[in-house]
């Protein structure tokens, strides 16, 4: 039987899952407070938030929202398990925590949830590598307006040489 208290637990750990689309799972083991602190403190940056929750009420609450993602992560979660979770960009909070593990080998990428997609340590390196959304959102919008910005540019230039001919008419015309 469930307490009061990891009941209402449950229902928060259910919330901040719905509320976030991308979660990480780092083993924190052999950090320091000050070090967790300087986590924290790059994730914030990163519009990300790193949580420590017990590892059985997590898995209750996967296997009941996520039964997909329930059967990959269960062994994921044993053992000293802080979890990052990040509502908009994926990469940034995957950026840090690369960074940060660099500095601090004892931390270790455990995985992570990308979308319902499980994700492991390795990948979470690789999308790190990735840049951010906005800077390729602006790539892409920069693609798709570069054909038309040679279209105008090609009319421009049509329009231009008419110009030069009817002028050279009117200056033949004109001799």
Same mark, same amino acid.
């Given at each position: 039987?469930? $307490?009061?208290?990891?009941? +209402?637990?449950?229902?928060?750990?259910?919330? &901040?899952?719905?509320? $976030?689309? =991308?979660? =990480?799972?780092? +083993?924190? %083991?052999?950090? #320091? /407070?000050? %070090?967790?602190?300087?986590?924290? @403190?790059?994730?914030?940056?990163?519009?990300?938030?790193?949580?420590?929750?017990? $590892? #059985?009420?997590?898995?209750?609450?996967?296997?009941?929202?996520?039964?997909?993602? =329930? !059967?990959?992560?269960?062994?994921?979660?044993?053992?000293? &398990?802080? *979890?990052?979770?990040?509502? %908009?960009?994926?990469?940034?909070?995957?950026?840090?925590? /690369?960074?940060?593990?660099?500095? $601090?080998?004892?931390? #270790?990428?455990?995985?992570?949830?990308?979308?319902?997609?499980?994700? @492991?340590? +390795?990948? *979470?390196?690789?999308?790190?590598?990735?840049?951010?959304?906005? *800077?390729? *959102? !602006?790539?892409?919008?920069?693609?798709? @307006?570069?054909?038309? &910005?040679?279209?105008?540019?090609?009319?421009?230039?049509?329009?231009? @040489?008419?110009? =030069?001919?009817?002028? !050279?008419?009117?200056?033949?015309?004109? !001799?």
């Amino acid at each position: 039987m469930v $307490n009061q208290k990891n009941k +209402d637990a449950l229902q928060g750990i259910k919330q &901040t899952f719905l509320e $976030n689309q =991308y979660v =990480y799972m780092v +083993d924190y %083991k052999g950090l #320091t /407070v000050s %070090k967790i602190s300087e986590l924290r @403190n790059q994730l914030r940056q990163s519009e990300s938030e790193m949580k420590v929750l017990k $590892n #059985t009420l997590v898995l209750i609450v996967l296997q009941e929202m996520y039964p997909e993602v =329930y !059967a990959q992560v269960k062994d994921v979660l044993k053992g000293p &398990t802080a *979890i990052i979770f990040s509502q %908009k960009d994926p990469v940034a909070p995957a950026k840090a925590l /690369v960074d940060f593990s660099k500095k $601090n080998e004892s931390m #270790t990428l455990k995985g992570g949830i990308l979308e319902s997609k499980i994700i @492991n340590g +390795d990948e *979470i390196k690789v999308l790190s590598a990735l840049p951010s959304k906005e *800077i390729l *959102i !602006a790539k892409l919008l920069m693609l798709l @307006n570069s054909p038309i &910005t040679g279209f105008v540019g090609a009319l421009q230039g049509n329009i231009r @040489n008419f110009v =030069y001919i009817l002028d !050279a008419i009117k200056d033949k015309k004109s !001799a």
